[in-house]
Every structure is written in C-alpha cells, then in structure tokens.
C-alpha cells in the first residue's frame, strides 16, 4: 500500500494564517514539531497489515519551503516532495 500525505501550516495544532508564522520564529518551531508529531501519529494509525510500501509526503505550504528534509529520517519508506512547482 501506497500512503500520500499533504502537509501544510495552517490548519496544524496552534495556527490557522500565516500571521501566526511570520511574526514568531519560536512559534515557528512549535510549528514544524507539531507537523512531526502529527506525521508520526499518521503513521501510527495505519495497520500492520496494511503492507505499505511507500510514504510521499508533499510539503503543500506556499511553494513548499516549510518541511525539513530531515522528516525522511522518521521512516525509511518516506519520500518527501518540496519546492514548486510539485509534480
């Protein structure tokens, strides 16, 4: 099984605009560790026999600067999709 999951900002625990970013470097952090915690939680969800194979992960805020490389770490299976245009 495939798992496709697009993130963005807004809409995470804390925030809902961009104002709430772009002002607060340390909110900025919150941010990006709730969008780790949130990934992580996904992936918990998913059964063990639901064989899956790969994890593409598509940074969906603005043109898709917002997520780390580093969440690859996380899972060998994860794919991560930044910048713009996305395929």
């Known amino acids: 099984m495939k ?5 963005d900002m807004e809409g995470i625990p804390g925030t809902f605009n961009w104002e709430h970013e772009k002002h607060d470097p340390q909110a900025v952090k919150r941010y990006c560790f709730n969008h ?10 998913c059964p063990e026999n639901a ?3 790969d994890i593409l992960i598509a940074d969906s ?4 600067e917002n997520l780390e490389y580093d969440i690859t770490l996380l899972d060998e299976r994860i794919t991560l999709i930044s910048g713009g245009p996305r395929p």
């Open 61 to 64: 805020h603005s043109i898709g």
């Open 3 to 7: 798992l496709y999951i697009s993130m």
């Open 36 to 45: 780790i915690r949130d990934l992580i939680q996904a992936l918990e969800q």
């Open 51 to 53: 064989d899956l194979t």
